[in-house]
Structure formats: structure tokens, C-alpha cells
């Protein structure tokens, strides 16, 4: 069945931990790269209001945070993404991976939501 109406939330699946700060320790490849796709998803979600759910792996150790929310640790370490636009409907899940991961995320979407996405992690 086609969508009706404006979305009720995005899903974005991205490879790169765009907020992997093992990037800034010193040798580290740092993470101004993605300054500028940060800016954008920020000020995109910021504008849209609704939930955005950000999937990444990479740095491949779970983890769930709210990284466009002031009190969020890894708020600000991008210094292109927008300070003066708090984005709290934004929410960000690292998966599990490598060779140690014994579980996988199990994701629902139900647009009647107020959330729109929920999860859990299942084992194997």
C-alpha cells in the first residue's frame, strides 16, 4: 500500500560512526569528514519535527544516544552542525558487530506512534 500523507518519521542507514570519538584521540582520522553531512542531517531533522532514527555501525559497539541534544556528551563535537537548533527528535543507534556480536537489532516501525520506531536487542 502507497504512503499517505507526509512521512511519519525517516530512517537513515549509514556505514560511518559519524560521532566515533575514538577518531579524536591523537593518530585518530578525526571527524570534521563529516561536519558537513552532520550540519545538514541536523538542520534537515530540526525542520521535518518529527522522529529521525539514525542507524550506523562501524565503530560496531552498541549504543543509543541523542547526539543534537544538548545534554547529550557528544553534542558539539562537530563544529558545523547547528548549536543554536537543539534537534531532540533525532535519535542515533550504533549496531553490534564484528566478531564478538552474540545479538542483532530488532527494529518496528508503526507510523500511528507517537515514536514511530522501537527496538530491541535479540540473541542469537
Known amino acids: ?21 575514538s577518531a579524536l584521540a591523537a593518530g585518530g582520522d578525526g ?3 563529516y561536519d558537513a553531512i552532520v550540519k545538514r542531517i541536523g538542520t534537515l531533522a530540526g ?6 532514527l539514525l ?5 560496531h559497539v552498541f549504543r543509543v544516544d541523542h547526539p543534537f541534544t544538548r545534554t547529550d556528551p557528544l553534542y558539539g563535537i562537530h563544529p558545523l ?25 530488532k527494529l518496528s516501525i508503526d507510523p500511528s506512534a507517537p515514536a ?3 527496538w530491541s536487542r535479540v540473541n542469537f
Request: proline fraction near 10%; glycine fraction near 12%; hydrophobic fraction near 40%.
Open 1 to 21: 500500500m502507497p504512503p499517505r500523507g507526509p512521512a511519519a518519521g525517516v530512517a537513515l542507514l549509514l556505514q560511518a560512526d559519524m560521532w566515533d570519538t
Open 31 to 33: 571527524l570534521t569528514g
Open 47 to 52: 525542520h521535518f519535527g518529527k522522529p529521525v
Open 55 to 59: 542507524l550506523e555501525g562501524d565503530s
Open 81 to 105: 552542525a547547528p548549536k543554536d537548533l537543539e534537534v531532540p527528535n533525532v535519535t542515533r543507534i550504533v549496531v553490534d558487530g564484528s566478531g564478538q556480536a552474540n545479538d542483532y537489532l
Open 116 to 118: 514511530v520506531f522501537s
